[in-house]
């Protein structure tokens, strides 16, 4: 059974730093992309940062030299370090996994709230 189970989240002080991990398990990890997602309240969910089977990552404009996607690839977990933190990156963050087989599909985990305050 596919799973994506995110973890890391938590409260923040502006200019701070947080790691989530967020650790597939499932699935063969032959053609796919695998990033974070975020949705504020209020807000439409947004794309933060996504990594390919290929090894290109994208980042969203607002998060660039800020954040950095990764993947470890013995642990089948993928990481987002987020650094500066600024209270506009309050949301909650989700993991979305492609998987490009003889079909397309996708898949989201439970979400990890992040918080960045006083």
């Known amino acids: 059974q596919l799973q994506l189970v995110e973890s890391g989240g938590g409260l923040v002080q502006p200019g701070g730093s947080l790691r989530l991990s967020c650790a597939a398990s499932g699935f063969t990890w032959d053609d796919y992309a695998i990033g974070w997602y975020r949705q504020a309240p209020g807000n439409e969910r947004e794309r933060v940062a996504v990594?390919?089977?290929?090894?290109?990552?994208t980042y969203a404009d607002s998060v660039k030299d800020r954040f950095t996607i990764s993947k470890d690839n013995v642990k089948n977990t993928v990481y987002l370090q987020m650094n500066s933190l600024k209270p506009e990156d309050t949301a909650v963050y989700y993991c979305?996994?492609?998987?490009?087989?003889?079909?397309?599909?996708?898949?989201w985990g439970q979400g990890t709230q992040v918080t960045v305050s006083l």
């Open positions: 979305h996994l492609v998987l490009r087989e003889v079909v397309i599909r996708d898949y």
């Open positions: 990594i390919t089977s290929s090894g290109i990552t």
